[in-house]
């Protein structure tokens, strides 16, 4: 089974540093770019970065360019979102999601999605 | 940056076909996709590519595009499809950038 999966929830206070994870399995890890998005509580959806998990080229949104750090580990089959320094409004359910390959053609949209970690940040 | 702008809202009585737009100036250049969110689950993918249906996915669900407009259209709504829904593109002939849509939620009365 094609799946991503995330690790769980984080309660954290304001100035901590948070590394969350996204694990891949039953596909070729390295052969498709994994995108992080947010979802504030009661809110839409907002694409924060993409990597390749193959030569780690990634690229972020303006919007949170500098504020979080995306990577992979390919070895294990990982993805990474990390924060230096957390603020309350950093308080989100975030997500990983596949780059969808339909046939021989790679597309925009995010065709595998992780379950979600909800990150908690208040003192 | 460019933006995706849906409704906030659309109501349908089951059985009804429910019509939900998403407006961009880059729409008529990319392609569009539509995501489906039920409460506390993550999204999933109905539409790609404007008008193509992932496996899996109902026939009822389908989208069309025009000019700088697409349409998320589900016919014969059953109440199972109530949710949110998200439109969203891309731009990756330059630097890549993606962009979702505020969302519409849908409400099978």
Redesign the interface.
């Not at chain 2, 630097?95 to 969302?103: H, I, L």
């Given at each position: 089974e094609v799946q991503l999966v995330q690790s769980g929830a984080e309660v954290k206070k304001p100035g901590e540093s948070l590394k969350i994870s996204c694990k891949g399995s039953g596909y070729s890890f390295t052969n498709y770019w994994i995108g992080w998005v947010r979802q504030m509580p009661g809110k839409g959806l907002e694409w924060m970065g993409i990597i390749h998990p193959g030569d780690s080229d990634t690229t972020y949104s303006p919007s949170f360019q500098g504020q979080v750090t995306i990577s992979a580990d390919k070895s294990i089959s990982t993805a990474y979102l990390q924060w230096r320094s957390l603020k309350a409004s950093d308080t989100a359910m975030y997500y990983c999601a596949r780059r969808a390959i339909f046939g021989v053609f790679i597309t925009d949209a995010f065709d595998i999605w992780g379950q979600g970690t909800m990150v908690t940040v208040s003192s | 940056?460019y933006e995706l702008t849906q409704p906030p809202s659309v109501s349908v009585s089951p059985g009804q076909t429910a019509r939900i737009t998403c407006s961009g100036d880059a729409l008529p250049k990319?392609?569009a996709?539509w995501?489906q969110?039920k409460p506390g689950q993550?999204?999933?993918?109905v539409i790609?590519?404007d008008s193509?249906r992932?496996s899996g996915i109902p026939e009822r669900f389908s989208g069309s595009s025009s000019g700088t407009t697409v349409t998320l259209t589900i016919s014969g709504v059953q109440a199972e499809d109530e949710a949110?829904y998200?439109c969203?593109?891309?731009d990756?002939s330059g630097?890549?950038?993606?962009?979702?849509?505020?969302?519409t939620k849908l409400t099978v009365l």
């Open positions: - | 940056s990319q392609y996709y995501y969110q993550a999204p999933v993918l790609y590519k193509e992932p949110d998200y969203q593109s891309a990756s630097t890549p950038y993606w962009v979702f849509g505020g969302g």
